[in-house]
């Protein structure tokens, strides 16, 4: 594996991967790797001859106040488990590369924005989406490698390629669980023993949110507060429960369709979130 974190080297290496023809797989991180993000790079491997990973903690996508600073790193680690799971070139630049100068245009997100964590983290989505602006077009990818965990940030992602006419595949990937079914997370080395423990609580509501769900309720408003009952249980502090249509992020009166039930909790140093997508239609023909 190549690690590198000079941009014009990155230019020069994915457009020769592109000249010999070879397809690029792109998974973008922030970093502190765990199995979710190694499954991606596992797919992405699978389906593409190049496996293009970032690590680059975005500060554009934190906002005052937020985590930016305390955000779990650890570059030596990752880059070993990254090679491990069949990354070819490990892209890690500054922040003051990817931010050069004043910046004179920024990607502005205007819609799948105002519900869930969009409503809570102002200009988290325009961070994020301008930051993978630069990187699809520096790295011009055939697919992109985005984990159903950050539900909200694929259907983000998914409204940036169509519009802007870019020439890549979204692939979304299921979210990858610990044993006791909470999300793995970067941040969830951010929770305390007591914490940690209470944490899948916030799985098992969202499973029981879906099982009543499949048991026929199709009031959205009974689901979250079946939902918001079970995790007020733990001292986490419900910062949303919310159900939508997935992709869309749009509000559903009487449940059917795609849907998305979504949850996000602040504990004491970290902020979970999780969610469960549902196909009502799909559930019904079987
Ligand atoms: P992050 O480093 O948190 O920005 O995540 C980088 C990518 O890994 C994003 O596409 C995430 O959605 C994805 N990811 C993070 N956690 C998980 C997980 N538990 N399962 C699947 N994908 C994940």
């Given at each position: 594996m190549k690690q590198i974190t000079d941009i014009l080297q990155l230019k020069e290496l994915t457009s020769q991967y592109r000249s010999e023809g070879r397809s690029i797989g792109f998974v973008p991180t922030m970093g502190f790797l765990h199995?979710?993000?190694?499954?991606?790079?596992?797919?992405?491997?699978?389906?593409?001859?190049?496996?293009?990973?970032?690590?680059?903690?975005?500060?554009?996508?934190?906002?005052?106040?937020?985590?930016?600073?305390a955000y779990p790193r650890d570059l030596n680690r990752d880059a070993k488990l990254a090679e491990q799971a069949g990354a070819d070139l490990l892209f890690t630049?500054?922040?003051t590369d990817m931010y050069k100068g004043a910046q004179?245009?920024?990607?502005?997100?205007?819609?799948?924005?105002?519900?869930?964590?969009?409503?809570?983290r102002t200009g988290h989505f325009d961070g994020v989406?301008?930051?993978?602006?630069?990187?699809?077009?520096?790295?011009?990818?055939?697919?992109?490698?985005?984990?159903?965990?950050?539900?909200?940030?694929?259907?983000?992602?998914?409204?940036?390629?169509?519009d802007f006419f870019m020439d890549i595949e979204?692939?979304?990937?299921?979210?990858?669980?610990?044993?006791?079914g909470l999300?793995?997370?970067?941040?969830?080395?951010?929770?305390?023993?007591?914490?940690?423990?209470?944490?899948?609580?916030?799985?098992?509501?969202?499973?029981?949110?879906?099982?009543?769900?499949?048991?026929?309720?199709?009031?959205?408003?009974?689901?979250?507060?079946a939902v918001t009952g079970i995790i007020e249980n733990t001292s986490g502090v419900i910062d949303y429960v919310e159900?939508?249509?997935?992709?869309e992020l749009t509000p559903i009166e009487t449940l059917?369709?795609?849907?998305?039930?979504a949850c996000a909790v602040q504990f004491s140093k970290a902020r979970l979130i999780d969610n469960i997508i549902i196909d009502i239609d799909e559930w019904e023909r079987s």
């Amino acid at each position: 594996m190549k690690q590198i974190t000079d941009i014009l080297q990155l230019k020069e290496l994915t457009s020769q991967y592109r000249s010999e023809g070879r397809s690029i797989g792109f998974v973008p991180t922030m970093g502190f790797l765990h199995e979710g993000h190694l499954t991606l790079v596992e797919k992405a491997r699978q389906e593409n001859d190049i496996v293009v990973m970032s690590i680059f903690v975005n500060p554009a996508q934190f906002g005052p106040g937020e985590d930016y600073e305390a955000y779990p790193r650890d570059l030596n680690r990752d880059a070993k488990l990254a090679e491990q799971a069949g990354a070819d070139l490990l892209f890690t630049p500054s922040a003051t590369d990817m931010y050069k100068g004043a910046q004179n245009v920024a990607v502005h997100v205007k819609r799948r924005t105002d519900v869930l964590c969009g409503r809570s983290r102002t200009g988290h989505f325009d961070g994020v989406a301008t930051v993978l602006t630069k990187f699809f077009n520096l790295i011009k990818p055939n697919r992109a490698y985005f984990g159903l965990k950050d539900a909200q940030q694929a259907a983000v992602v998914d409204g940036l390629i169509e519009d802007f006419f870019m020439d890549i595949e979204l692939v979304a990937v299921d979210t990858v669980r610990e044993e006791d079914g909470l999300a793995k997370s970067s941040r969830n080395v951010n929770l305390s023993a007591a914490e940690r423990k209470e944490a899948p609580m916030i799985y098992k509501a969202l499973q029981k949110g879906a099982e009543l769900i499949r048991d026929g309720e199709r009031n959205p408003e009974e689901v979250v507060k079946a939902v918001t009952g079970i995790i007020e249980n733990t001292s986490g502090v419900i910062d949303y429960v919310e159900l939508y249509a997935y992709p869309e992020l749009t509000p559903i009166e009487t449940l059917n369709g795609k849907i998305i039930l979504a949850c996000a909790v602040q504990f004491s140093k970290a902020r979970l979130i999780d969610n469960i997508i549902i196909d009502i239609d799909e559930w019904e023909r079987s």
